[in-house]
């Protein structure tokens, strides 16, 4: 398996963790998470991302997480992807993308303010 | 590595590639320069699998790919992009339609996914508000930039270029230049360029590699190119046209093809 993805209900919203690569064959499998994601943690604040233990990321799986963002603004909530790998931020930064997310260190970080 | 080896190529008498070796390393950006019917088109095409040689190898990594036909090409070409030189791009659909078109074809990705990822593509090309119209409505730099957000929809990892500045002003050819030095630099795409650019080649190339007559005339770093002691060299380098390249490319003897044909 490419992605390995585990879900995770915190205080202030739910957290996946992404492990291996997202890319054109495994991001739908992070999209069918995604979407769970929102249904289990509908009324929640933030969704958390955790792409630490992500080495390789395509512009699908970026498109994956803009779509997630949408949704996140529907519903009025956050949506933070935590810990980018200097790959997957060269990616972000070419797609001109840094700015559009929000982007945090760690969990504990992302959940602050909300 | 893509390792070319002693590639050979004729048309009719004519050698157009004659004994071709070079190397060209992953994640870096190479030039192949050369005179017009120095063998860079046709080098091209047999790189895409779009020529087979007559004799001779190219191999992509493990992938030998000197004598893959049709279907037996997909797993290359998926990861390569081609960025044509004039472009390609299908008059009947919009920007956005032909960026995507590649996705649409070759993954199963949801729609509103393949929508973002073409908006993704354009703004990497400074184009994204022109998703709705139609090629022949934009200028020749524009529909090259569609031309190259197209060949990076799959998110290749090596482009091809096919004299990718050619026909464009100064400014728009130097945004060219530059969009291929970041592809190369953030996302670390393997670009081999085939070009008469001179300048292009020595400000962004990681090698140069330079045809005439179907062999190949020099390879190195673009100091290294510049420093060449070869007459050759640097004629091509600094396009006099007095020297041992000669602008006649028949090789016939004129008197002799007048006179008796």
């Known amino acids: 398996m490419k992605i390995e993805i585990v879900s995770e209900k915190t205080d202030a919203g739910y957290l996946l963790k992404l492990k291996g690569d997202v890319d054109m064959s495994s991001s739908p499998e992070v999209r069918s998470a995604l979407g769970e994601a929102f249904r289990q943690g509908k009324g929640a604040r933030a969704l958390f991302v955790d792409l630490s233990q992500v080495r390789y990321m395509d512009s699908s799986g970026i498109a994956t997480l803009v779509e997630a963002m949408q949704t996140c603004m529907k519903q009025g909530a956050r949506l933070r992807l935590i810990d980018l790998s200097p790959a997957v931020r060269d990616v972000f930064e070419m797609a001109r993308l840094s700015s559009v997310f929000d982007i945090f260190a760690s969990v504990s970080d992302a959940a602050k303010g909300l | 590595m893509i390792v070319i080896e002693d590639l050979r190529k004729n048309y009719g008498d004519r050698k157009v590639l004659d004994g071709v070796s070079f190397a060209m390393e992953r994640r870096k950006i190479t030039h192949i320069l050369g005179t017009s019917g120095g063998g860079k088109s046709t080098l091209l095409k047999v790189m895409i699998g779009a020529l087979k040689p007559d004799a001779g190898r190219i191999r992509y990594g493990d992938m030998e790919i000197t004598n893959l036909q049709g279907r ?190």
């Open chain 2, 72 to 261: 037996q090409l997909d797993p290359y070409r998926k990861k390569i992009g081609m960025l044509f030189q004039h472009g390609a791009l299908i008059n009947s659909l919009t920007v956005a339609e032909n960026v995507g078109l590649p996705i649409r074809e070759h993954t199963g990705l949801d729609d509103n996914i393949v929508k973002i990822m073409v908006k993704m593509k354009l703004e990497m090309v400074g184009l994204r508000d022109f998703e709705e119209l139609y090629p022949a409505q934009l200028s020749g730099g524009m529909q090259k930039r569609v031309a190259l957000a197209r060949a990076l929809a799959l998110d290749p990892e090596l482009v091809y270029f096919d004299e990718p500045t050619s026909g464009l002003d100064p400014i728009v050819a130097s945004v060219i230049t530059k969009l291929i030095a970041d592809l190369n630099r953030l996302l670390g795409i393997t670009c081999i360029v085939v070009t008469h650019a001179v300048e292009e080649a020595m400000r962004i190339a990681d090698k140069i590699v330079i045809l005439y007559r179907g062999k190949v005339l020099a390879q190195g770093t673009p100091g290294e190119i510049r420093e060449s002691s070869d007459p050759l060299v640097q004629q091509f380098i600094t396009g006099n046209p007095d020297g041992p390249i000669s602008f006649r490319a028949s090789s016939k003897d004129y008197r002799e093809d007048l006179l008796i044909g």
